[in-house]
């Protein structure tokens, strides 16, 4: 479990000292003691200039501290209590980054990528010129990336069952909806593998020509090609090859 | 012993199959009848399939198709029934699908995190998008 | 104040603003400057600096073409502490209070806060519980925040009382309900505190024990709970109105979906004509005709239960109506919360794939399945649909909330047969998310040593195919029961499938490696030339049907095992053994429940002479009132003094035992249980000649015990005591009056 939270002993002290002392921490990378400093500047003088500095110091020193939620809740505060700040799009960003960083693998759930999509989404909205909105960008495309594997995911496990109508269903929601992505070569081969278990040869055809026609160079092709011209052949696969294949 | 009977995706009855006339029949028609396509053409979105099976599983042996019904209807550019033809299964390939995968990024749980680990949405270690961890 | 309208907004300044920037101020209001004075505008302005909730208080006025705001700020909490709270310890409570240090205090949220205390004290049945926020100013305004909790007396039930009920008396009612009379022996219980949630969920199982009884028109009129005057207590009094009794009239299936034949229809109904009416009976054939339905491929139906109610001859006319449903078909499903199982452990459990038809039935007992597989809270599986991209597509969400699923267990104990045991468990059930099982158990006591490591994969290659593997080490030193001592190091390859809903297969490969020495000197000739160590290779088929309402405490239905082992496999033994077992159980009356449990069993050593080790033993649990080995062919050099002699094991034997359990009448929470039996059993047939110096005795005679027994589930563990008196048996047989055993589990 993630411990317990360290308790410092309740002393008024001058904003400046505590604020120095939070600044060292940060230096020597004791990231959880820094944060706790931090929240002490702002809780014993809330209204210097410092408590704001402080209150965006503490959410950086939270997610250093991999304490995630924690900085995600002093950033929030954060952006309701100074939305015209000048460091309002670093918020934004540092927000964004917490739940980007935590995205777990696309068998698992989802949740966290869907709020990192929508804060970088918001960081781009709302800050377009600032340095961030271009890091942004370029993770909400990993982000889109990830959420097609999503997909993918639950297409192949269709797909492996011999549910081949659920399978198309999401394998189609790859390349209609995440395009970009680069799991749009392998959405257009399964389509062809589901299409052709099911009998639907013209719409494989056209999946194989897709894919032959924009991702001639990946690996998906050669499988699509080789696949396409066994079914031509009406080469079944023998018993013992599906016995094997039934076994592995 | 009974086998597990389903019944997968959408099968077409001979009933509402003969309310679609080729050249008459609109797409809202088509829409109103038969419902939503279960997949539509992916390059041409005017064609669109209703396919439709039943399956006995017994076991743990792979479900054996009773029942199967492929459904391709055509529109023309109004936005008519100009085909309507039902694709029969029996050149329906074996297809063992590639077991390959496009490789995706993410937090993968260690053993003994998962195994005594708490459950809760657990704050992780920081790893940059390439993957490397700290 | 110069009245509102008119005039151009030249500047907007803010006084008294301290925290809170005045950009923040200007960016809630709605009016810019270069706006005319409006007074709705400003009206709105005004209400939304209110929600923002930072202002204890804000007011705007006019001062020529200056909008001045004047605001004060709310304080910020600089600390927040509980005192007086023994019962609920302090973390507890703090993630409970939204109020935090460094927020902003309003009055609404202290009482929100104070609410939720309140409630966390009723829900521990505390309802004499009081809090007081107390406030500290500070300097720059800043307040330090006080919950004074005075937790009062646990409130518990002093009597629950019903009236005008004549149908069934005040105890039986009593027993159907959860919420208990508080009494002394209550003290583990929390069910004896008051807890109007369980008082609701109470009256509905009244409710239904009425309508299963034919009391259709039954209603609760009043449940009342009074605090006494001491507000330590309550009163429940609850009134009914029982209303006359009915039975079913005619019952009819009637469909207006074309084409559906409903004449066969009427196998799936269990309400029959003539019997007592019952509520759960219509339930029940509802979900039979839409089971059978949908096997029919009716996937879209809808079944409504008309009832017609005649008062004259009290009896109530059925007529399931069959409608037809919206088609409307599963466009996906999206499964979130399992931040450790992975998306298809859970998936493959759902009887609905996307692009199927929409089926309600399909969806509760999917939610059911996912329920089972033991890796979620209680109420931590639920299923929303909600309208997908077009009226005829729906969304099927699966939210799941995941508990640990790894199991640390220690347990210690005594049995008369292998004394003091102490045994060691650690099993993960959802293996890194994949549903994989994974136990390691170990058992140590004066008698033997054991170690077993278990693995399962539920979904071996994705298909229905439970398999695994179990490597086991067993120590055994029964020298003076059996006197041998044997060892056995093994492997099992299992594999096991559904055949239909009940009846299900267990195919098993094991390879075993025995050795048995320091045979007692003064033992048979027979038993010597055993030592030595040998190979078990074998193979098992196990076919079980069960049909019993549960597993560990069955009180109805019956089950039967066929298991045939072939050893020869390779490896140095040989032999076929078949195993039959059935038991079947009654509730003759309430809370009294019958079992009869018989089991026959062959082996056959197919020309080769059967190892020791391989023969079938009896005694101890399968025949009471007999040791482990206590009849069957034995070696007896001198008749008068048995002491020393040695079970040979037998090759054929058949037992039978009928057993009574009761619960005393005793409350449940007790887990005290009565149990009288009689146990039946023989085993016979075993060949071999008998060496120099060796007398054997063998004989087929029906051996007899009767006996008693109590269980006590106690909270340190489950406890079991058996006397049991051997009616028949032959001179030679060794006895064995009192079993005892006592397991934790901690």
């Known amino acids: 479990c993630s411990g317990q939270k360290e308790e410092l002993p309740y002393v008024e002290r001058p904003v400046e000292q505590i604020y120095t002392e939070a600044a060292n921490a940060i230096d020597n990378r004791n990231f959880t003691k820094a944060a706790l400093l931090f929240d002490e500047v702002e809780r014993q003088h809330p209204y210097s200039q410092w408590a704001v500095r402080a209150q965006l110091m503490s959410a950086y020193a939270h997610y250093q501290a991999v304490r995630y939620d924690d900085a995600i809740t002093t950033l929030d505060r954060f952006i309701a209590l100074h939305p015209g700040n000048r460091n309002a799009a670093y918020a934004f960003y540092l927000k964004a980054l917490c739940n980007y960083e935590r995205i777990s693998d696309v068998r698992r759930d989802q949740s966290t990528t869907y709020e990192a999509l929508q804060n970088l989404q918001e960081v781009v909205r709302r800050f377009p010129a600032s340095p961030y909105a271009r890091d942004a960008r370029l993770k909400i495309d990993l982000t889109n990336d990830h959420l097609a594997g999503k997909d993918m995911e639950v297409g192949r496990f269709y797909l492996n069952t011999g549910e081949y109508m659920g399978a198309i269903k999401r394998f189609r929601r790859v390349v209609d909806e995440f395009q970009g992505t680069s799991h749009v070569p392998e959405a257009l081969h399964r389509l062809v593998e589901a299409y052709l278990a099911l009998g639907i040869r013209e719409e494989a055809q056209v999946n194989a020509a897709l894919l032959g026609h924009n991702y001639p160079g990946t690996v998906w092709y050669q499988y699509t090609y080789a696949l396409m011209n066994r079914a031509e052949r009406g080469e079944r696969p023998s018993l013992f090859q599906r016995a094997i294949d039934w076994v592995l | ?134 | 104040q110069e009245a509102f309208d008119g005039g151009i907004i030249r500047e907007i300044r803010v006084e008294g603003s301290q925290r809170i920037e005045p950009t923040t101020v200007r960016s809630y209001l709605t009016v810019q400057v270069g706006d005319n004075f409006d007074p709705d505008k400003i009206d709105q302005s005004l209400k939304s600096l209110f929600a923002t909730g930072l202002f204890a208080d804000v007011s705007i006025r006019r001062d020529g073409g200056v909008m001045l705001i004047a605001v004060v700020e709310n304080p910020i909490i600089n600390r927040i502490a509980f005192e007086g709270n023994r019962r609920i310890k302090t973390e507890d409570i703090a993630p409970e209070v939204q109020l935090r240090p460094r927020t902003v205090y309003t009055r609404t949220r202290v009482q929100n806060d104070m609410e939720r205390i309140q409630e966390l004290y009723r829900r521990k049945g505390r309802f004499a519980a009081r809090i007081e926020p107390k406030i500290v100013q500070l300097e720059q305004n800043r307040v330090d925040l006080i919950f004074e909790i005075e937790e009062g007396q646990m409130t518990g039930v002093q009597a629950i009382n019903f009236v005008n009920n004549n149908v069934f008396d005040d105890s039986d009612l009593r027993d159907i309900m959860i919420t208990k009379e508080s009494r002394w022996w209550r003290f583990l219980s929390s069910n004896d505190n008051y807890d109007p949630e369980r008082l609701r969920y109470d009256q509905e199982q009244i409710r239904r024990h009425y309508l299963r009884n034919g009391y259709a028109d039954f209603k609760v009129l009043t449940a009342v709970a009074e605090l006494t005057p001491d507000r330590e207590d309550f009163f429940i009094t609850i009134t009914v109105d029982e209303g006359k009794r009915y039975r079913f009239g005619k019952i009819e299936i009637v469909s207006d979906i074309p084409d559906v034949d409903v004449e066969p229809l009427y196998s799936a109904l269990t309400a029959y004509a003539g019997e007592w009416y019952n509520g759960d009976k219509i339930e029940e054939s509802i979900t039979a005709l839409t089971n059978r339905l949908g096997d029919l491929q009716y996937a879209f139906v809808e079944i409504d239960p008309l009832l017609q109610r005649n008062q004259e001859d009290q009896t109530i006319d059925l007529v399931f109506e069959l409608k037809e449903s919206p088609r409307v078909f599963v466009e996906r499903i999206d499964i979130i919360g399992n931040y450790s199982t992975l998306d298809k452990v859970i998936r493959r459990e759902m009887l609905l794939v996307e692009g199927d038809p929409f089926s309600i039935s399909k969806v509760r007992r999917s939610e059911q399945r996912v329920k089972d597989l033991g890796y979620f809270l209680q109420s931590g599986v639920e299923i929303k649909t909600a309208e997908g991209s077009s009226r005829d597509q729906s969304v099927i969400t699966l939210e799941v909330e995941e508990q640990p699923t790894g199991e640390i267990q220690l347990g210690a104990g005594y049995s008369s047969t292998d004394g003091a045991l102490l045994d060691f468990s650690i099993r993960q059930r959802n293996l890194m998310g994949t549903g994989q099982d994974l136990r390691l158990s170990t058992l140590l006591s004066s008698r033997s040593f054991e170690v077993d490591l278990g693995y399962t994969e539920p979904y071996f290659l994705d298909r229905d195919l439970a398999a695994g593997v179990d490597l086991f080490r067993v120590v055994r030193d029964n020298r003076d029961t059996i006197s041998y001592d044997l060892e056995s190091t093994g492997m099992v390859l299992r594999a096991g499938f559904p055949l239909s809903e009940k009846l299900r297969q267990r195919i098993s490969y094991s390879l075993v490696h025995n050795k048995i020495d320091n045979i007692y000197f003064g033992s048979s000739r027979f038993l010597q030339d055993q030592m030595g160590s040998t190979i078990t290779s074998s193979v098992e088929s196990q076919l079980l049907y069960d049909d019993r309402d549960s597993r560990i405490e069955p009180t109805s239905g019956y089950y039967f095992l066929w298991s045939v082992e072939f050893a020869g496999v390779g490896g140095d033994t040989r032999y076929l053994r078949n195993r039959i077992t059935g038991g079947q159980y009654w509730e003759p009356f309430e809370e009294v429940v019958l079992g009869l449990t018989t089991e026959a069993g062959y082996i056959w050593g197919m020309g080769k002479d059967l190892r020791i080790n391989d023969r079938f033993f009896i005694g101890g649990d399968t025949l009471r009132g007999f040791e482990i080995g206590g009849i069957g062919p034995r070696n007896v050099p001198n008749i008068n003094d048995t002491r020393y002699s040695d079970a040979l094991g037998g090759t054929i034997f058949s037992r039978a035992s009928l057993e009574l359990t009761t619960k005393l009448g005793l409350p449940d929470e007790l887990g005290v249980k009565a149990h009288a039996f009689y146990d039946a059993g023989t085993l016979t047939a075993a060949k071999e000649k008998p060496g120099e110096g060796d007398v054997f005795y063998d004989s087929a005679k029906i051996r007899m015990s009767a006996g008693v027994g109590v269980s006590w589930k106690s909270p340190f563990g489950p406890i079991r005591l058996d006397l049991a008196y051997p009616i028949a048996k032959e001179p030679y047989d060794q006895t064995e009056t009192l079993k005892f055993s006592f397991g934790t589990r901690f």
């Open chain 2, 1 to 134: 012993c009974a086998p597990i009977v389903a019944q997968r995706g959408n099968l077409v009855e001979d009933s509402r199959m003969a309310q679609i006339q080729v050249g008459q029949t609109t797409r809202e028609q088509v829409q109103y009848v038969l419902g939503t396509p279960t997949t539509t053409g992916t390059v041409d979105g005017s064609t669109w399939y209703y396919i439709g099976r039943r399956t006995e599983q017994t076991a743990f042996l792979d479900p054996e198709v009773t029942a199967q019904r492929i459904l391709r209807v055509r529109f023309d550019a109004g936005g008519t029934v100009q085909e309507m033809t039902e694709i029969d299964g029996n050149d329906a390939a074996y297809v063992a699908p590639v077991a390959r995968v496009t490789p995706t990024v993410g937090h993968d749980l260690g053993f003994f995190e998962q195994l005594l680990g708490n459950l809760s949405k657990p704050a992780r270690k920081k790893k940059k998008d390439d993957g490397k961890s700290r």
